[in-house]
């Protein structure tokens, strides 16, 4: 039996986390757009000072002025509509962000070094493969095909779409990916 596992976005770090630190080895890793190849300065600021973190526990509560603030930018160009739309879909309403807030200050602590995961997925004897998007601008996909031409162990596929990788679009194109050696 085939022990595999899949993670998106976040998921993805959580599973990396797990590879290098989880007593059960699979067999292979399937990780979608996944967070953990590339550090965000951003969101350690955010998680990881006292300033930051009052700051992002403020903005949970009362998000007028930082919703104002990145409408402006945008309008700016300073940012993409990409990295807008997806704050905006992430952090509309109070559930979400107080959901955004909780997840990220819960995996703050989980930093993942790739030397160690591209060698803990050969002592393993662990397959890993990296979906991303080819537009995605939230986990540019050079930084997952960067790790592959580095580890003998993972394979890279991609869609064209952005991050937001798990619609109704993809679903084939993810399962042909992640399952074509399992027939």
């Not at 903005?59 to 509509?81: D, N, Q």
């Not at 997806?86 to 959901?99: I, V």
């Not at 990220?104 to 602590?109: D, E, G």
Request: one cysteine or more; a positive charge; glycine letters at 6%.
């Amino acid at each position: 039996d085939l022990l595999h596992f899949l993670g998106y976005s976040l998921g993805g770090r959580y599973l990396l986390n797990q590879l290098l630190y989880g007593s059960k080895p699979a067999e292979q890793i399937t990780l979608i757009a996944p967070d953990g190849f590339r550090s965000n300065k951003f969101r350690r600021f955010l998680t990881s000072t006292w300033l930051g973190n009052k700051l992002f526990r403020w903005f949970t509560r009362y998000p007028g002025f930082v919703f104002a603030l990145v409408e402006t930018v945008y309008r700016l160009r300073l940012i993409s509509k990409s990295r807008y739309r997806f704050f905006f879909m992430h952090l509309k309403s109070a559930e979400r962000r107080q959901t955004v807030y909780d997840v990220w200050m819960a995996l703050r602590k989980m930093h993942i070094d790739l030397t160690m995961v591209c060698k803990t997925l050969q002592s393993k004897k662990t397959n890993m493969l990296l979906i991303g998007g080819k537009f995605d601008r939230i986990i540019p996909p050079e930084d997952l095909k960067n790790f592959c031409a580095t580890c003998d162990s993972s394979d890279y596929g991609e869609i064209r779409d952005g991050h937001n990788l798990l619609r109704q679009r993809n679903i084939k194109a993810i399962a042909e990916l992640a399952f074509k050696d399992a027939c």
